[in-house]
């Protein structure tokens, strides 16, 4: 265990965990808020509550917190350009609108190459894209020995036709992480566009979309501690490039165009203050750090401590009898996955599984969480699809052995009826 991970310290922070007996296991569909999220969403309340461009206080304090979301969102992401920010009320929604923009800019016959790893919301959005500009889906499986998308596999899909590459970072469901970097290169080896779903890669790990190479790259707030609110990161040459649909007198800047309606400010104060919280948890742990060091610092400490867990996890889950882990479970390679853990269980419905493990305080999702490509390609049925528990830093060694209990007493329950 990492023993220097102050998760204790870490809980106290989120007002909805603090000493509550529920195990926190939902995180990969939406993760709890620390206070620093309250603090800054109520000041942005009290303080800039007004439409932007005008010339008193309130107007020029809701301009600044964008413009500081921009920024440190960016930052987050690797990039420096806060125009390059787009924010959006989901992954899915920004996803539907940038498939469509890039599908306007394409031939019929063009080629849109995705993976089965996908979350419906980098699926379905160039799916109906492609049938409504005249394009073609070609597909890549997952590997069914690394439980990832391989470059192999990849580059038999590419062609010089092939104008758009969609593709996750890590799994929702097995949480296999791709090899991003060498997806992109071979993408790029035939010039097309690359658009990464980091939806379940943001909250455990650094991301860098310059290293990368992509060219669009998504996530959301709500996955890593901040407020319901996308964000998608674009290369600024592309966006600039790509029709928006907007009303006439939009300002043309390259994320601007995309951002119909009124600014959500106190979404974009929440996510500065969930930035907030990772640079002071950062600085605690690494007091010469501040600003994005400090974030890196705090995640990077996180993954420590959420890998050690996971390792627990699994290890425990695997080991009860009619559990499988749909995933990589080898423990030499857990280094390619998030901690996004799903089983299959052949003896208990997860529907039931999930309600008996709610009874015991442990909250996990079932069913097929949106990724019912690769439970299409596995054989497995959509409907009962899987058991997943995801786990945050905020999570202890106690709750995934209260999981495991949960788990292995729902077992012996349906051993003992049959």
Known sequence: MNSNFPVDLVRSQF?????????YFDNPAGTQLPNQVFRAMQKAGVDATANLGGAFARSIAAGEELARAEQRAAAFLGANDPEEIVFGPSMTELTFQMSRAIARTLSPGDEIVLTNQEHEGNFSPWLLAAKDFGLVIRRVEVDPESWRVEPSALEEQLSNKTKV?????????????????????????????????????????IVDVKSIGCDFLVCSAYK????????????????????????????????????????????????????????????LLRPETNGTAAIHAALEAAKLHEDT?????VSGLKDIPGVSIFGISDPSKMKFRVPTVSLISSTVPHKVLAAQLASAGVNVWHGHNYAIRILEQFGHDQNNGVCRFGIGHYNSANDVDRAITAVAAAHDKSQAVA
């Open 15 to 23: 007002p909805a965990i603090g000493n509550s007996e529920t195990v």
């Open 165 to 205: 590459v969609a593709l996750n970072y890590a799994s929702n469901l097995t949480g296999s992480i791709n090899d991003v970097h060498a997806l992109t290169k071979s993408a790029k080896s035939v010039g097309a566009l690359v658009y990464i779903d980091a939806v379940q890669f943001a909250p455990h790990d």
């Open 224 to 283: 890593f501690y901040g407020p319901h609110l996308g964000v998608l990161w674009g290369r600024k040459n592309v966006l600039n490039d790509l029709p928006a649909d907007c009303v006439a007198c939009t300002v043309q800047h390259p994320n601007a165009k995309f951002e119909r309606g009124t600014p959500q400010y106190e979404l974009h104060a929440s996510l500065n203050g969930c930035l907030d919280y990772f640079e002071d948890l950062g600085q």
């Open 309 to 313: 867990l996971c390792e627990r996890l």
